[in-house]
């Protein structure tokens, strides 16, 4: 009788190392892809669309234009760890400036609502900018800023919420640009459809708003038009003080785009930085997409490697100057925390099954000398 208990005990035991053991990961694995509020909905937008990363000017200490003493710490950071050079008192109020040399200059505009922001904006001027690339006085705003036209209807409103939500902050931008922008003949048409539900939709929807293309798509010299020929296969060469960056192609090419990478060594690069390789990626914006949501990184994924065309196109490789080697290399192991968790699962399950086969035996070959 004893012994029937101790099996018993056993038995669940085993059960619930199990049931704890499978329960546990999924508990935390499905936060939503959406956010019900629309001011958070709009803040996650605005992160992942990068808005944040233009709108929001950098720290003196990280402007070679501010800083006498600008150096390695300064450049290392400004292309590794962008998001640290944000100058977080002064969120979205406009003044990362872009320099073209001497075609002039434009400004990330303040996006606060103050009246030096976009304070006496209605939401339908706010959204049209967004959407078609126009401002209200009918001027075309500078290509820097990707005009998304296919951002869905319930997006433009989450992201106006999230504007109006800001703190107002006073400055006042003004462009010194040589040349006019073009000016707003054709605006794009703007779609706003709902968001899409289905994954792939999903996650072209994503690397569009995410503006992949931008870095990581040729683009035709003359035109300066994306080359939509050779989409996502990677572009010419970025030159930056650390050395020459190639946004490589990224499609699921074998051979030359990213056909051997499991799923999760592109979510590893997507939202920690980190190369296959294990080295830390430059001047991709990780930090913002670290952001995403895991059903989003999911769709995203699913659209990068099942999606898009596989396009031949061999990029060379990126080539960093000598100080900065020592900061991108084994920034990540090879080894990723998912595959050290999934073994643990493993043995759990399989200890549990043993401990319940074990106590079953036991108590059956009891059963049967007490039947006799
Ligand atoms: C790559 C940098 C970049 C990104 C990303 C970006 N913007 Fe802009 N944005 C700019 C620049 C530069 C201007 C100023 C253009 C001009 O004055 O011609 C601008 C202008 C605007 C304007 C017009 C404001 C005014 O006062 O004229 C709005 C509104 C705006 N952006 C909203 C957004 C939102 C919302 C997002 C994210 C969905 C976003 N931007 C993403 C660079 C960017
Ligand atoms: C601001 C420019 C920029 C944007 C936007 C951008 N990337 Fe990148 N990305 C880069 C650069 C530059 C590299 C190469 C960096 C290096 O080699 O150090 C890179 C590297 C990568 C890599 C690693 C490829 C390899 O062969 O090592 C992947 C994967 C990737 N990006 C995916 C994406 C996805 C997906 C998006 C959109 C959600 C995106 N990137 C948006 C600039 C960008």
């Known amino acids: 009788m004893q012994r029937r208990i101790v099996v018993m005990v056993l038995i669940v035991l085993g059960l619930g190392i199990i049931v704890f053991n499978a329960g546990a990961p999924q508990a935390t694995a499905n936060p939503p892809g959406q956010f019900d509020d629309p001011v958070r909905q709009g803040e996650y937008i605005a992160n992942i669309a990068r808005c944040v990363a233009c709108h929001t000017p950098i720290l003196a200490q990280y ?24 100058d977080n008192d002064m969120w979205m109020a406009g003044g990362t400036v872009f320099n073209f040399g001497a075609a002039g200059a434009v400004t990330a505009s303040n996006l606060t609502p103050h009246e030096t922001g976009l304070g006496e904006w209605t939401d339908e001027e706010i959204k049209a900018a967004i959407q078609s690339g126009v401002s209200p006085d009918g001027r075309r705003l500078h290509p820097i800023m990707p005009t998304m036209n296919i951002m869905a209807e319930s997006d433009l409103d989450a992201l106006v919420a999230y504007l109006k939500s800001l703190e107002p902050i ?27 539900s289905d994954q792939a939709e999903r996650g072209a929807y994503l690397a569009t708003i995410m503006n992949c293309s931008g870095c990581h798509t040729a683009s035709d010299p003359e035109t300066r038009q994306p ?46 930085g980190v190369r296959i390789d294990g080295r830390r990626l430059g001047l991709m914006p990780w930090q913002d997409y670290s952001h995403l949501t895991p059903e989003d990184l999911d769709a995203l994924v699913f659209y990068l490697t099942d999606v898009v065309q596989p396009v031949d196109n061999a990029i060379p490789a990126t080539a960093l100057n000598e100080p900065y080697i020592e900061f991108v290399e084994g920034v990540g192991d090879a080894d990723d925390d998912e595959e050290d968790e999934a073994p643990g699962i493993l043995v759990a399950v399989v200890g549990g099954l043993l401990i319940i086969g074990i106590g079953s035996i036991v108590l059956f070959t009891r059963r049967r000398k007490s039947s006799k």
């Not at 006042?172 to 899409?196: F, G, Y």
């Open 63 to 86: 402007d070679p234009n501010q800083n006498e003493e600008y150096g390695e710490e300064e450049i290392r950071t400004g292309a590794l760890f962008a998001r640290d050079t944000l």
């Open 170 to 196: 006073e400055n006042e931008i003004t462009n010194d640009l040589a040349v006019a922008n073009p000016p707003a003949e054709a605006p794009e048409e703007p779609i706003a459809a709902p968001v899409p």
């Open 227 to 272: 080359m939509m020929d050779l989409f996502l296969a990677g572009r010419q060469p970025f030159e930056r003080d650390y050395g020459v960056v190639y946004a490589g192609n990224i499609t699921p090419h074998d051979g030359t785009g990213l056909g051997n990478w499991e799923h999760e060594d592109l979510e590893r690069a997507i939202v920690e």
